[in-house]
């Protein structure tokens, strides 16, 4: 089955710097890569997603660049201010035999953002 | 619209109680799914629904765990008997048709059995 493997665990930046995350993943047929968004106690938020057609997706300060034949993606944050402060999550999907996406998760990265 | 509703938001159980966590998806969404995230990671897929169908239980860790989403609308995780190590906190999303990509998920109901 699908394996995703994601680093840093852990990220400390100054604000106004720029963050990244890296993902990878194993399985060839995924086709489907969001990223979640978790702060403390609250529900994972999609912020940004990407399909296998597309190499790169931005959308205001942070963008999303995949790499199929090296099978990894990264979350790339710009200008990061002390409310990006959260965990966030990469995941990959593909249709199944049922039809439906299922989602395997990265670990997660903490990242914090210092004033 | 109101988003995935799920009680209770926290839950303390002694260990061998039975619990039972609800979830409300969106309304009109096809797809739930069940997610278990343990402490410091990510969830981790434990069942899917279409419909009232359920179409995929390879997650479920033991047969303690069951799930049920009878009229193809508020789905029920239940556990039997909970141990420590089901202690976590249990996320429910929805999607609108099964092929659609994104999930949308809920506040989650956090566990804790002593």
């Known amino acids: 089955g699908e394996n995703v493997e994601q680093h840093p665990s852990t990220l400390s930046v100054q604000e106004g710097d720029s963050a990244v995350i890296k993902c990878t993943y194993s399985?060839?047929?995924?086709?489907?890569f969001p990223w979640y968004k978790q702060e403390l106690g609250k529900r994972p938020q999609l912020i940004i997603d990407?399909?296998?057609?597309?190499g790169e997706k931005k959308d205001q300060r942070i963008a999303v660049t995949l790499n199929k034949t090296a099978k990894h993606f990264s979350l790339h944050i710009t200008e990061t201010q002390p409310e990006d402060s959260a965990v966030y999550f990469c995941?990959?999907?593909?249709?199944?035999?049922?039809?439906?996406?299922?989602?395997?998760f990265g670990t997660g990265t903490r990242l914090l953002v210092s004033p | 619209g109101a988003g995935v509703s799920q009680s209770p938001r926290y839950k303390v159980a002694k260990r061998g109680q039975d619990v039972a966590l609800r979830c409300d998806p969106i309304s009109g969404h096809v797809s739930l799914f069940w997610y278990q995230q343990a402490l410091g990671q990510g969830p981790e897929f434990l069942t899917y629904f279409q419909n009232e169908a359920q179409l995929d239980k390879s997650g479920l860790p033991s047969d303690r765990f069951f799930a049920e989403r009878p009229e193809g609308s508020v789905s029920t995780l239940k556990i039997q008997r909970t141990q420590q190590e089901d202690s976590a906190v249990y996320l429910c999303?929805?999607?609108?048709?099964?092929?659609?990509?994104?999930?949308?998920f809920g506040p989650g109901t956090r566990l804790l059995v002593l």
């Open positions: 999303a929805s999607s609108l048709v099964p092929s659609q990509e994104t999930q949308y």
């Open positions: 995941a990959a999907s593909g249709l199944r035999h049922t039809g439906f996406q299922k989602l395997v």
């Open positions: 990407i399909r296998s057609n597309v």
């Open positions: 399985d060839s047929a995924s086709n489907y």
